[in-house]
């Protein structure tokens, strides 16, 4: 679950993390009483607002508004600008960087901080930057912090300021099951304060069952991709043409990859996962219809998965959803046979291994059959 | 021998009377898995397929001298039931279930390796020795004996791989899926490792994706430590950056975690990397 910028500043501020003053609005007309002067901020899901204009400057109600209205229904990275936040401008003397993220090679959450905040990290030289894990059992200890302190040379007030908000960011990284949590930059202001001026927070999708409260919020999903979400489908559209279903996130993956290798384009991602429940299957299929492909490329390896009922669904949403869409079936597992001579019943094309498929696929798509 | 499972496995079963927990017990015992107990708490008592099943880890270790587990339950329970196994003394756990929340794996797994217990998983099909034993979820019928070890990120793409490794007249030592999540309690290059000391093994495929760095950690793994010829294949090579492919952990973020910087890796080991399931083998038969 990604946050919104304003959506994870009211967490940092529940962990008690100095935040700007901010008023967040969808239309021109709502900004009534603006923090001034301020910071006129898209809300997107997507990085590169800045680049795209997305943030402006604003000393004026006037401004503010006219600022507001230039940004809001622009489209950033694909995405429909919603919401903009007017945040209070930081007198800023300093910028810092700070996260946490989990370091999946060494099993750990990693503390990173820098001196060289407010850019993008990738682009921060590797010795400028500072690394600790943090042994997820115990927590962060005080000579992290030391050590952080001196690293960034950091003096006595801002240092323990900052000290304060590393602390507060690791309750907030593993009380809210976070992957992410950056303040980039994390501003010392000319008056000796130290705020979170930008906010990044990412939320465990697995831990969703213990944060309820953030189960509502808008993602950077497709409308399609939304209701396949709702109904508990995997399902990623692509920039191609064919419909690719199949079960296993990974044979879904080698499925779109040997399709591209053989000349088509994936047009989607439709992860079944272990279901043969017919009416599971239709329900796939039909959010693959929707995504009005040029054909529909089938593959799955079910060692346990009957395949004759995974046939059955196909039979039952093509029946519902009548199209001219063909579509190329590779099924392996129990009661094969049976599956096979179903789907030739209702016009499908059966192949016998993925290659094959992915052929097939490509020459059913260019008409020929 | 094989790699961590073997006949000598006395395999509990944690979550045994749900459907996937029934429905397995049964296949693992076809497969000649000595399936000596279950335990799902308040069931104590019952019996499923045979196998007597115990309110508590602890009971099934005293009963049955249960030293392997695989958990199948649900994911909020599932830390507390690999807990319970690791406190009981079990030195092997298969984790089968997906979803669990990534923060109780950064806890759970380095409280495993301190007390010397070897987690798979979770979000993985299991483990799988032809011959011996498997603990899994994963088709008996794909496998076959021999010396090939397999390790892989994923469940049908490697049942896909297996049976054309098979089918070509190669069998399998043991195949290991890590499992698809960020956090694994074996990884990559740890299950490479045992197979490089395994006598039984003498060729090893290893099947990645995108997301993460453990395919060039194993590359780097492979040029210092392997002497056994290694095939690989990466799942992912037209995946868009940005979004999560299925599995928790197959994400490319940023520049990390790309396909092309995996298969170059592999390719700068001397590793060849296969484009489809079926050059498996023929890579395997060259190497």
């Given at each position: 679950m990604k946050f919104l910028e304003h959506k994870a500043k009211e967490v940092f501020a529940r962990y008690g993390i100095p935040v700007p003053r901010g008023i967040v609005v969808s239309s021109p007309d709502g900004i009534v009483d603006p923090p001034l002067p301020c910071m006129v901020k898209a809300q997107v899901l997507v990085g590169g607002?800045?680049?795209?204009?997305?943030?402006?400057?604003?000393?004026?109600?006037?401004?503010?508004?006219?600022?507001?209205?230039?940004?809001?229904?622009?489209?950033?990275?694909?995405?429909?600008?919603?919401?903009?936040?007017?945040?209070?401008?930081?007198?800023?003397?300093?910028?810092?960087?700070?996260?946490?993220?989990?370091?999946?090679?060494?099993?750990?959450?990693?503390?990173?901080?820098?001196?060289?905040?407010?850019?993008?990290?990738?682009?921060?030289?590797?010795?400028?930057?500072?690394?600790?894990?943090?042994?997820?059992?115990?927590?962060?200890?005080?000579?992290?912090?030391?050590?952080?302190?001196?690293?960034?040379?950091l003096p006595k007030g801002v240092g323990d300021q900052v000290a304060d908000i590393v602390r507060k960011a690791y309750d907030l990284f593993r009380h809210e099951d976070a992957e992410l949590v950056e303040i980039n930059p994390l501003a010392v202001t000319t008056d000796g304060r130290v705020v979170a001026g930008d906010?990044?927070?990412?939320?465990?999708?697995?831990?969703?069952?213990?944060?309820?409260?953030?189960?509502?919020?808008?993602?950077?999903?497709?409308?399609?991709?939304?209701?396949?979400?709702?109904?508990?489908?995997?399902?990623?559209?692509?920039?191609?043409?064919?419909?690719?279903?199949?079960n296993g996130a990974g044979l879904t993956m080698a499925t779109l990859d040997i399709l591209n290798l053989k000349g088509g384009r994936g047009g989607t991602?439709?992860?079944?996962?272990?279901?043969?429940?017919?009416?599971?299957?239709?329900?796939?299929?039909?959010?693959?219809?929707?995504?009005?492909?040029?054909?529909?490329?089938?593959?799955?390896?079910g060692g346990i998965t009957k395949a004759d009922t995974v046939a059955v669904g196909i039979q039952q949403a093509l029946d519902a959803m009548p199209s001219k869409i063909p579509v190329v079936a590779r099924i392996k597992g129990v009661n094969e046979e049976r599956a096979k001579d179903l789907l030739r019943e209702i016009g499908t094309h059966p192949a016998e291994t993925i290659e094959e498929a992915a052929e097939l696929a490509v020459k059913v798509r260019a008409g020929g059959r | 021998m094989a790699v961590l499972l073997t006949k000598r496995a006395r395999v509990l079963v944690q979550g045994i009377t749900g459907h996937q927990g029934t429905f397995h017990t049964r296949a693992m015992l076809d497969f000649g898995t000595k399936v000596v107990a279950g335990v799902t708490p308040g069931k104590g008592g019952s019996k499923v397929e045979g196998v007597p099943v115990y309110d508590s880890v602890r009971e099934a270790v005293q009963r049955r001298r249960a030293n392997a587990s695989i958990v199948f339950v649900p994911a909020p329970f599932a830390k507390d039931a690999t807990i319970e196994a690791i406190q009981a003394g079990l030195?092997?756990?298969?984790?089968?279930?997906?979803?669990?929340?990534?923060?109780?794996c950064l806890e759970l797994?380095?409280?495993?390796?301190?007390?010397?217990?070897?987690?798979?998983?979770?979000?993985?099909?299991?483990?799988?020795?032809?011959?011996?034993?498997?603990?899994?979820?994963?088709?008996?019928?794909?496998?076959?004996?021999?010396?090939?070890?397999?390790?892989?990120?994923?469940?049908?793409?490697?049942?896909?791989?297996?049976?054309?490794?098979?089918?070509?007249?190669?069998?399998?030592?043991?195949?290991?899926?890590?499992?698809?999540?960020p956090v694994v309690g074996t990884n990559m290059v740890e299950a490479l490792a045992l197979f490089q000391k395994d006598r039984a093994t003498k060729r090893i495929v290893v099947v990645g994706e995108i997301g993460g760095t453990a395919e060039e950690e194993t590359a780097e793994y492979v040029k210092k430590h392997v002497s056994k010829p290694v095939v690989g294949y990466v799942a992912g090579r037209t995946a868009p950056p940005g979004k999560r492919m299925g599995h928790a952990g197959a994400i490319i973020q940023g520049t990390t975690g790309t396909a092309e910087s995996k298969m170059r890796a592999f390719a700068d080991a001397g590793v060849p990397v296969a484009d489809y399931p079926a050059d498996v083998p023929r890579l395997l038969a060259s190497s």
């Open positions: 607002r800045g680049k795209a204009g997305g943030i402006r400057p604003a000393s004026t109600l006037e401004e503010a508004r006219q600022a507001a209205s230039e940004i809001l229904g622009m489209a950033i990275g694909g995405y429909r600008v919603k919401e903009v936040l007017l945040a209070e401008r930081l007198a800023i003397e300093k910028e810092l960087y700070l996260s946490l993220t989990i370091d999946r090679s060494a099993r750990e959450p990693l503390l990173m901080a820098s001196a060289l905040g407010g850019v993008d990290i990738e682009s921060v030289p590797r010795d400028e930057i500072f690394l600790e894990h943090v042994p997820a059992m115990i927590g962060i200890q005080p000579y992290a912090i030391r050590a952080l302190r001196k690293r960034l040379g906010a990044k927070l990412v939320v465990d999708d697995n831990a969703e069952y213990r944060h309820p409260e953030y189960a509502a919020m808008d993602q950077d999903r497709t409308p399609l991709e939304a209701e396949a979400h709702d109904k508990g489908i995997t399902f990623i559209q692509l920039d191609g043409d064919v419909g690719v279903i199949a991602f439709l992860d079944l996962g272990g279901t043969d429940d017919p009416a599971k299957v239709r329900e796939a299929f039909e959010i693959l219809m929707k995504a009005q492909p040029s054909v529909i490329l089938l593959n799955i390896f | 030195k092997l756990i298969v984790v089968i279930t997906e979803r669990i929340p990534f923060h109780d797994m380095p409280y495993a390796r301190s007390r010397g217990c070897v987690v798979i998983g979770p979000n993985c099909p299991g483990i799988i020795s032809p011959g011996h034993a498997k603990m899994g979820i994963m088709p008996n019928h794909i496998f076959g004996t021999g010396d090939v070890g397999v390790i892989s990120r994923s469940g049908t793409l490697t049942y896909e791989i297996v049976n054309e490794i098979t089918k070509a007249g190669f069998g399998q030592s043991t195949c290991i899926g890590i499992g698809g999540d």
